[in-house]
């Protein structure tokens, strides 16, 4: 196909996806009422936050006691990232993208859908469409919100009987994004890769775990921006 893909391409694209994220948000739902966050609590957060990963660090923050500032500090900190994702999106589109309607799907520019997106305009350059990337986006974030809501429906306990699902969700959404990645890797994107890759570990090694994801995914965000793989290719 050619020319810019419709909504209901955006809605097809964003199956795989709502698939991944349905289990993990469920399993988010459990660990906020295990936590002892009301029903509406746990779905409030994915809401407004929707952030994956995050959440189940507000959870740990808020239950521990953290400071309202410290918390909210510390999720900012984690999701800078996204701050670079629309940039990078709208060059790899090109120049005369439209972006009249960036307040309606920015908020649902998460990992996986920036992933799916830019697989898109891998496979069809002149596919950028704000349609696309709004049933893309709607897709993701209901399967988030459901999901969410189930799991806090189910209760605490729904997942005791199954330990080894229990852990093996939290895989789920670094497998899923690590596929739409490999999905559209080529040797331009390996000097990007490797500056994220540089940075985490130099990071890791001089401070922790945690500040060498945030300083990998940083820098291989601003290395994309900054075109560094074209200049290579």
């Given at each position: 196909?050619?020319?810019?893909?419709?909504?209901r391409d955006g809605l097809l694209a964003a199956l795989p996806i709502a698939l991944g994220y349905f289990?993990?948000?469920?399993?988010?739902?459990?660990?906020?009422?295990?936590?002892?966050?009301?029903?509406?609590?746990?779905?409030?957060?994915?809401?407004?936050?929707?952030?994956?990963?995050?959440?189940?660090?507000?959870?740990?923050?808020?239950?521990?006691?953290?400071?309202?500032?410290?918390?909210?500090?510390?999720?900012?900190?984690?999701?800078?990232?996204?701050?670079?994702?629309?940039?990078?999106?709208?060059?790899?589109?090109g120049e005369g993208a439209p972006a009249r309607w960036v307040p309606v799907w920015g908020f649902g520019?998460?990992?996986?859908?920036?992933?799916?997106?830019?697989?898109?305009?891998?496979?069809?350059?002149?596919?950028?469409?704000?349609?696309?990337?709004?049933?893309?986006?709607?897709?993701?974030?209901?399967?988030?919100?459901?999901?969410?809501?189930?799991?806090?429906?189910?209760?605490?306990?729904?997942?005791?009987?199954?330990?080894?699902?229990?852990?093996?969700?939290?895989?789920?959404?670094?497998?899923?994004?690590?596929?739409?990645?490999?999905?559209?890797?080529?040797?331009?994107?390996?000097?990007?890769?490797?500056?994220?890759?540089?940075?985490?570990?130099?990071?890791?090694?001089?401070?922790?775990?945690?500040?060498?994801?945030?300083?990998?995914?940083?820098?291989?965000?601003?290395?994309?921006?900054?075109?560094?793989?074209?200049?290579?290719?």
């Amino acid at each position: 196909m050619s020319g810019p893909a419709r909504f209901r391409d955006g809605l097809l694209a964003a199956l795989p996806i709502a698939l991944g994220y349905f289990p993990i948000a469920f399993s988010f739902g459990v660990a906020a009422t295990r936590a002892g966050l009301s029903g509406i609590e746990a779905v409030a957060l994915s809401v407004l936050i929707y952030a994956g990963a995050s959440q189940f660090l507000a959870i740990a923050l808020i239950t521990g006691g953290a400071p309202v500032l410290v918390s909210a500090a510390t999720l900012v900190a984690m999701n800078l990232r996204h701050l670079l994702y629309g940039p990078a999106l709208m060059r790899a589109a090109g120049e005369g993208a439209p972006a009249r309607w960036v307040p309606v799907w920015g908020f649902g520019l998460t990992d996986e859908v920036f992933g799916a997106a830019l697989g898109l305009l891998a496979r069809r350059p002149k596919g950028w469409s704000e349609r696309f990337i709004a049933g893309l986006g709607l897709v993701a974030y209901a399967a988030w919100v459901s999901g969410t809501a189930v799991g806090a429906w189910a209760g605490g306990g729904a997942l005791e009987e199954w330990p080894v699902l229990d852990a093996a969700l939290g895989f789920m959404l670094p497998a899923l994004f690590l596929a739409l990645l490999l999905s559209i890797l080529s040797r331009v994107q390996v000097p990007v890769i490797a500056v994220a890759a540089m940075a985490t570990v130099a990071v890791t090694l001089a401070s922790s775990g945690t500040a060498g994801i945030l300083a990998g995914m940083l820098a291989g965000a601003v290395a994309g921006v900054a075109g560094l793989g074209e200049r290579r290719a």
